[in-house]
């Protein structure tokens, strides 16, 4: 309160009285006049990343249990799981990078900007998505064929005539 007796006190034709009328309208007045919105479209797209990053490390620790175990069965049965996780965390997130910018484009154009654009972090989840989806094509190539090795060993058996 003491800034604000300080500024009644003061000459109104003054340029001081002036920038601190500015300053404060600045910082205190200009900003208050809005109530913060919070349209559902960021709430959505908020839950399908979230989603999406739970569903990525459940895929993750399931490969792991896939490469760990022994039966053949059992390790298809992880790679399955883990690829439909993941191909389902890679749908959230292409869901979701769509959607928000044509959802913020219908906003902005309702407040009549023409001009806007997206921060860096919008090209790093698209960076993130298609690795994501690169790793789900790894999990999805040829799982049904397992590799066997072996180690082939000749025996040679000579007749009986030359024994």
């Known amino acids: 309160m003491l800034l604000l007796e300080q500024f009644e006190k003061m000459d109104t034709n003054s340029s ?4 601190f009328h500015q300053i404060f309208h600045f910082c205190f007045v200009a ?6 919105t919070s349209p559902a479209y960021i709430k959505l797209v908020a839950a399908f990343l979230i989603t999406a990053a739970v569903l990525t490390f459940f895929a993750f620790f399931l490969n792991v249990f896939g490469l760990r175990a022994q039966d053949l069965h059992r390790k ?11 191909l389902l965390g890679v749908f959230l997130q ?3 990078l769509i959607v928000f910018p044509v959802c913020f484009y219908v906003e902005m154009k309702n407040f009549g ?3 806007w654009e997206f921060d860096w972090s919008y090209g790093v989840a698209w960076g993130a998505t298609l690795f994501a989806f690169g790793a789900s094509l790894l999990l999805i ?9 072996f180690k082939e060993k000749t025996i040679y058996n ?3 005539e030359l024994k």
Not at 16 to 19: E, G, K, N, R, S
């Open 31 to 36: 900003y208050t006049c809005q109530r913060p």
């Open 94 to 96: 292409l869901v979701s």
């Open 16 to 19: 001081v009285f002036l920038l």
């Open 158 to 160: 000579p007749p009986p």
């Open 76 to 86: 298809y049965v992880f790679y399955k799981f883990a690829t439909y996780l993941s």
């Open 113 to 115: 900007y023409r001009n």
């Open 141 to 149: 190539c040829d799982k049904e064929h397992e590799e066997v090795y």
